[in-house]
């Protein structure tokens, strides 16, 4: 047998590939340990170091007396149920979208984009309107005819008015289709009004489920059994006693009516003091949170922090990364894709600055909600809609006294009975930077959605009811100029007490009432204020200081003084019975001042206005 000293060529050269190719394998298998191990070292230690800097929350236990502030550091609440009828912690990324809600968005934005303008020209204002076209003026408003800054070419407008009748067939069926908590499948559903007070009646009867379960709670806060909810103790010279916090959600029912918020970037921060203050004024209601996209998922605020104040995180991202095809859309184009997209019937919507002074609870069960569906608020101007838009819309343009323009930091909406009006707010608000904001607005102060919502119900002569108190003004007297902070909104229940339908409550006279003139009721015909819309100054609690710049400002005598000034004679607190800017620095201070991201000087700051100012 021969002895090669060395293997046959053809031999040899299989050998060297297989020792190569297995060369290869053990390295890429050595380094992807080394990379595993690296991985696993890098979340240690960022472990480590977030326990280091950032102490885990204590378990706060709710059988004493504690503000609702201090669950914003935290509380544990793995594997326990809501007591706003939510589960939680949510999973990672937000709730995730029902299947039903995934497969109603695409219908409806292949809907939308098939129905749009065949042209491809936009509308462009010529000019903008004044501010002697929008001032209110009791005397001359009801023989004012509507100013037309637009000019727009026939062409525009023959193709804007063929695709909105278009659009305007399927929005019907598209807004019976709309899906939203303990709504019955397989059948028609009908805008009708029976199914209104069977609606009605099944939310009385939750209504008094929530109620028995609250005074259970509380018996049970006062005995020997384990607690049940939280109570919010406020400070001395704010509101005495805030409502308890003890309602438990019932097992299985998913909640029809709740509370629907957008918030991005820096609003996510102020969405928070917003439902500080609506949980200290008692709302049982749950919150869903709708963030823009993933780079406002905060997972300490959305798994810990926010599911113990009854709030989801929700992501819009979720929804467009469906549908990659769609066009990039602005943030204040979400407001109604949020209450659209949203799982409950019943909607009060609230801007990410704006909360409540009462209760709104009770609001759901109360005319004008369960008259009309659809409640809207008065802004400070005159309505600016072009008159050409009322052709488009093919509908009859209102007098321009009839109502104010419309501020739409807060909305109520009965989606069983005004899905189709929201399904065509929708349609203004896709094409609304191109087409229907400057035809509803012509350059107005606050363009963009804010009219969309009202004419969404005008098209579709569905039942609305706009608000007749007159918005009013919060703010402050600084060195002789007058520094607006926030606006403030009436209580529509005790509006329509005062004033009635003052009409049909139709889609063409909904919001006409008392003479005919929106702007010429007295403080006798105004109801009390509901709600605070802080539009100028933002309490962002993640990031104070840049948020309290503005507050520091000092007047002519050198001092620190009140955002709120408004009122000599102290109306707003009267009307709301406590003392309303403290209670909100109160939720302020024992939210932000626990948490470690903020500085020692933040927090020391924020105390010495405080006590300068209140105290």
């Not at 949980?279 to 049982?284: I, K, P, V």
Request: glycine share 8%.
């Amino acid at each position: 047998m021969p002895v090669y000293k060395y293997p046959p060529p053809k031999r040899a050269k299989m050998l060297l590939l297989f020792q190569r190719r297995r060369t290869r394998a053990y390295r890429a298998f050595l380094l992807s340990i080394v990379l595993g191990l690296v991985v696993i070292i890098a979340h240690v230690g960022a472990g480590l170091t977030r326990a280091v800097l950032i102490p885990s929350p204590p378990i706060i236990h709710v059988t004493g007396s504690s503000s609702s502030s201090s669950f914003l550091e935290g509380t544990r609440a793995a594997g326990r149920p809501s007591r706003y009828g939510l589960q939680h912690p949510p999973p990672k990324g937000g709730v995730p979208p029902s299947k039903e809600m995934l497969r109603y968005w695409k219908q409806l934005l292949q809907v939308m984009m098939d129905a749009g303008p065949k042209t491809m020209k936009e509308v462009v204002l010529q000019d903008i309107v004044t501010d002697d076209d929008v001032q209110p003026n009791p005397e001359l408003d009801r023989y004012r005819e509507r100013v037309d800054k637009v000019h727009l070419p026939d062409d525009l407008r023959d193709a804007m008015k063929a695709a909105h009748a278009d659009f305007v067939r399927v929005a019907r069926s598209l807004g019976q289709q709309l899906p939203y908590a303990g709504k019955t499948y397989g059948r028609r559903v009908e805008n009708s009004e029976a199914e209104a007070q069977a609606a009605a009646a099944d939310n009385e009867k939750q209504v008094e489920r929530r109620l028995k379960m609250d005074a259970e709670g509380r018996a049970q806060v006062g005995g020997r059994g384990k607690a049940t909810g939280f109570v919010t103790k406020t400070r001395a010279k704010a509101k005495p006693e805030a409502t308890a916090v003890t309602t438990k959600a019932t097992p299985g029912v998913v909640p029809t009516r709740g509370i629907v918020m957008t918030a991005g970037g820096k609003y996510v921060g102020i969405a928070v003091t917003s439902i500080l203050m609506l949980r200290r004024n008692g709302s049982q209601l749950p919150v869903q949170l709708f963030l823009d996209s993933d780079s406002d998922y905060d997972a300490n605020l959305c798994e810990t922090v926010l599911p113990a104040l009854g709030t989801e995180c929700h992501l819009m991202q979720r929804f467009w990364e469906t549908t990659p095809w769609m066009p990039p859309l602005a943030r204040f184009q979400f407001k109604v894709f949020s209450i659209l997209l949203s799982s409950f019937q019943e909607v009060l919507f609230f801007d990410a600055d704006c909360w409540p002074i009462h209760n709104p609870d009770a609001l759901f069960d109360a005319a004008p909600f369960r008259t009309h569906g659809l409640v809207t608020w008065p802004d400070f101007w005159l309505s600016s809609t072009a008159p050409v838009l009322y052709d488009i819309l093919d509908v009859r343009p209102p007098r321009l006294a009839e109502r104010h323009s419309s501020e739409s930091g807060v909305l109520l909406y009965d989606k069983a009975r005004h899905g189709t009006s929201l399904v065509m707010a929708a349609y203004y608000n896709f094409y609304g930077p191109s087409h229907y904001y400057p035809l509803l607005s012509q350059g107005a102060l606050g363009q963009g959605d804010k009219e969309t919502f009202l004419h969404g119900a005008m098209v579709m002569g569905n039942p609305f009811y706009a608000v007749h108190t007159p918005i009013g003004i919060l703010g402050r007297w600084i060195n002789g100029t007058f520094i607006g902070a926030a606006m403030r909104q009436a209580d529509p229940s005790e509006d329509y007490r005062l004033h009635g339908d003052g009409g049909d409550g139709d889609g063409g006279d909904g919001g006409d009432g008392g003479d005919g003139d929106g702007n010429s009721h007295g403080d006798n015909m105004r109801a009390r204020w509901m709600f605070v819309h802080h539009n100028i100054f933002k309490i962002d609690l993640r990031h104070l200081a840049a948020s309290m710049r503005g507050v520091y400002a000092r007047n002519e005598q050198g001092s620190l003084s009140r955002l709120w000034q408004a009122d000599d004679d102290d109306s707003f607190n009267r009307d709301a019975g406590y003392d309303v800017e403290r209670a909100m620095w109160d939720e302020v201070r024992g939210a932000v001042c626990t948490h470690t991201f903020l500085t020692s000087r933040e927090c020391a700051d924020l105390e010495a206005y405080y006590k300068t100012v209140f105290l």
